[in-house]
């Protein structure tokens, strides 16, 4: 209202609009609400140590399964069976949840683009290999493949990492080939290859750059899905050792106490609901302002 | 248009005899079937194939306890084999329940019992059974049809321990004719009060009673039929006994009692456990040396870990075994008590002044509460100078390593622990089982004696002498006997066993 009443009175007066109207109109709802979620996310994931009133792993038996207490309590979430705090605890599994989630997109972005660049420009066998091998491995269901991962290398971060990376790979690559197939016919791809550029030199200078905007979008919803996936492992209890804690385990630790203390398992299940839903809704904005077409026909990567 | 009341009546009549017998009969079939939520896995087919205390109570239900402990008599009384003598201290000789017989009806016969001796606990490599049930015996032979000698390859004076509710025999005939597989899998002929009617690996055992089975007639309100449903998870169990999905609960946790007592259909019944809960610790670096056994030991703060993780639901062991376990020694020495500034110290004189990795490694939902007790462990072991992380690896590979040996650092259970003798000798004595590859000549030496001796007395002090080594050399902690809570339907009447196995003959079906 009051936004309102500012506009109408500038209009009266027609002075040039101010900073707030300018920006309002362009502001798109859901890039800022999810990125809103997605950069306190960042922050609390970098500045964890900082903000956490407790260390995370430090027991306190005799203060266990403590309620939420409120603003300027000890323990403003409560505490968990073994009687850590449980602020403390989500906010060192922002961390690791971080952590996961840009190494595997960065990781599987790096391996996904690079061989659907290569699969789509090259085609011939370099496209048949790489095509069937995307088949075998998406053969497989992602989560079972997680486990048998994780059962072979063993409880680790690393070990977890590499496990989501196995199929992550996939969306990137697939969708970066399509498109290349597309763009190594146009002009200036025609162009470049006529003026003796070789095919290292067109795909890094020619087909990687215009590949950026469609691998950012498939990036957060990878990243979402990694969070995800990191959360659903180590629910299992296949994921991170317990020593780290992560909003997945916090839930696994929570299961036997899911009827008497209603506050181990909530957090962490907002937290993973919060984040998630924040970076689909950042990744659906990107895909709106980089790619208006698929807007239009409702259709989703 | 108005029924004249004098019809209608015959047909309200009819009506509410159909409701009542309907009542009656949902009453009477819901007698019949009780379902337990258990926490132990059935992963195979051969009853042989595994050896974990819940499926030695299920499988001798089915093909009849060759013989039983009983615990109001603190004595084992006979059942398949209905009474024994020591021929000689390597000797002993069964005698067979001539009533006995298998599903089809033929008896069971000495020939039997050294084919299932023999053939399928000592011989085949399947057999997970060989050090816990045939432990000594060399050999099994049919002195007539009815009558079984057991050699063993030293003096032992506890065998009942190793083969009484452990020692599953069953039907030669069935195995020679259609093959081990074949059998187990669809020909299981036993000679229990109960037939294995159902058989789901990782899910469910279903089993029905023989109502001509000379051991029916000792419980005419045993259930007809009993389903033991694999619940690892304690929300799972108690939801399914708050539903009445199921009627028994098996080790409901402390904190989860008081929600089971609010309802008024449910009860909870205690009983102390003989399972002894430890810490196992491989004589491999570093625990090769025993100041670092010793300082784990020092390190645990289980006075504490009881008081408030298990509600004061479990009581201390300082040795192997507690009170009212046989050879039990209340002046056993010395006691590892909880003293981190010790651990320390030792640490210091093994060479770890600066700290010694160690991962333990614990199973997740078989006892109770075994990941929160373990994880509590761990700032408890780094406060006394180790660098210790915890491992919760799926059950399937950590029980397949720890047979195997290759689980350096572990929290385990034993059960079925009346008389320790059967579970010091595979856990501790030199090459009886990989479990933990420890090996102590004088131990040794002091295991055999008491196993050989026929005096209590003398076996009593062999015992005890043999328990303060284990305490001293320190090859295991040994933690804690949890005190068992069981979540029952009021419509059930049954003691829970101490050693945890759940016999249908026990299980009384009563009127609400």
Redesign the interface.
């Known amino acids: 209202m009051v936004f309102m009443q500012s506009l109408t009175l500038e209009s009266a007066t027609e002075k040039s609009p101010g900073w707030l109207a300018r920006i309002v109109p362009r502001l798109h709802a859901k890039a800022f609400s999810g990125g809103l979620i997605v950069l306190t996310f960042i922050l609390v994931g970098i500045f964890g140590p900082l903000l956490a009133p407790h260390d995370p792993n430090k027991q306190e038996l005799t203060a266990m399964l403590k309620p939420p207490q409120g603003i300027g309590s000890p323990h403003l979430l409560g505490t968990d069976n073994l009687g850590r705090d449980i602020f403390s605890r989500i906010i060192h599994g922002a961390r690791v949840s971080l952590l996961v989630a840009f190494a595997v997109v960065f990781v599987s972005g790096f391996i996904g683009i690079g061989l659907g660049a290569i699969s789509g420009y090259l085609g011939g066998k370099a496209d048949f290999i790489i095509q069937k091998s995307v088949e075998v491995v998406w053969a497989f269901p992602p989560l079972l493949l997680g486990i048998t991962i994780m059962a072979f290398l063993g409880q680790g971060l690393f070990n977890l990492i590499l496990a989501l990376l196995a199929q992550r790979w996939i969306p990137y690559c697939r969708v970066v080939r399509s498109q290349s197939l597309s763009l190594r016919e146009r002009d200036f791809v025609t162009a470049a290859r006529c003026l003796g550029a070789t095919k290292i030199q067109i795909i890094a200078r020619h087909i990687l750059p215009n590949l950026i905007q469609t691998s950012l979008v498939i990036g957060t919803f990878a990243m979402a899905s990694a969070i995800i996936s990191e959360a659903s492992l180590s629910f299992l209890g296949v994921g991170v050792p317990p020593e780290i804690p992560t909003w997945g385990t916090m839930l696994a630790d929570a299961r036997i106490y899911i009827s008497t203390a209603w506050w181990l398992p909530l957090f962490p299940g907002l937290c993973i609901f919060i984040t998630v839903l924040g970076i689909n809704l950042l990744g659906d904005a990107l895909r709106d302002i980089l790619d208006p077409r698929l807007k239009r026909t409702g259709s989703g990567i | 248009m108005r029924l004249p009341v004098r019809k209608l009546r015959p047909m309200a009549f009819l009506f509410l005899l159909s409701i009542g017998l309907g009542i009656t009969a949902g009453r009477a079939a819901a007698q019949k079937r009780v379902s337990i939520g258990v926490t132990e896995t059935i992963e195979t087919l051969n009853p042989y194939g595994d050896s974990v205390s819940l499926l030695y109570g299920i499988w001798s239900e089915i093909t009849g306890p060759f013989c039983t402990y009983n615990y109001d008599k603190g004595d084992f009384e006979g059942r398949l084999a209905e009474r024994w003598k020591v021929e000689n201290p390597t000797t002993w000789v069964f005698y067979l329940n001539k009533n006995y017989k298998f599903n089809d009806g033929t008896p069971v016969t000495a020939d039997d019992v050294v084919h299932s001796m023999m053939n399928r606990v000592i011989k085949d490599p399947q057999s997970k059974q060989k050090a816990s049930v045939a432990g000594p015996i060399v050999k099994a032979e049919a002195i007539d049809k009815h009558t079984v000698k057991f050699t063993t390859d030293k003096p032992t004076a506890p065998l009942l321990g190793f083969v009484c509710d452990r020692f599953i025999v069953t039907s030669k005939a069935m195995f020679d004719k259609y093959g081990r597989d074949v059998a187990d899998k669809e020909h299981m002929m036993g000679a229990g009060p109960y037939r294995l009617k159902e058989l789901i690996p990782g899910q469910r055992l279903v089993i029905a009673k023989r109502p001509d089975h000379p051991e029916a007639k000792r419980n005419p309100r045993a259930p007809d039929e009993i389903v033991y449903r694999v619940m690892r998870?304690?929300?799972q169990r108690?939801?399914a006994l708050l539903n009445n999905e199921i009627q028994i609960a098996q080790f409901i946790?402390p904190?989860?009692r008081q929600?089971v007592e609010q309802s008024p259909n449910l009860k909870i019944t205690a009983t102390d456990s003989v399972e002894i809960m430890f810490l196992a610790m491989q004589p491999k670096p570093p625990f090769d040396k025993k100041e670092v056994r010793q300082a784990v030991c020092h390190a645990i703060n289980r006075d504490?870990?009881i008081s408030?993780?298990l509600e004061g639901f479990a009581s201390r062991l300082d040795g192997p075994i507690g009170p009212g376990q046989y050879g039990y020694d209340p002046n056993l020495k010395p006691k590892l008590s909880y003293d981190p500034e010790r651990s320390k110290k030792l640490l210091a004189q093994a060479g770890f002044s600066k700290g010694v990795d160690a991962a333990l490694q614990t199973p997740?939902g078989r006892y109770t509460?075994d990941?929160?007790l373990t994880?509590?462990m761990?700032?408890m072991l780094n406060a006394a100078g180790f660098r210790a992380?915890?491992?919760?690896?799926?059950w399937p590979?950590l029980w397949a390593g720890v047979q195997k040996g290759t689980v350096p650092f572990y929290y385990m259970g034993r059960g079925s622990v009346q008389d320790p003798s059967a579970a010091l000798h595979q856990y501790f004595h030199s090459g009886e089982t990989p479990r933990i590859g420890y090996s102590n000549p004088k131990l040794d030496e002091l295991l055999d004696k008491e196993q050989a001796e026929f005096d209590p007395k003398k076996r009593r002090q062999y015992l005890s002498q043999a328990m303060s080594i284990l305490t001293e050399d320190a090859p295991a902690c040994f933690m804690w006997r949890h005190k068992l809570l069981w979540g029952l339907n009021r419509g059930i009447d049954y003691k829970p066993l101490p050693d945890a196995r759940i016999f249908g003959m026990d299980i009384k079906v009563v009127k609400k």
């Open positions: 998870e304690t929300e108690v939801a946790p904190h989860l929600r504490q870990i408030t993780l997740v509460l990941k929160q994880e509590a761990i700032p992380k915890l491992l919760t690896p799926e590979t």
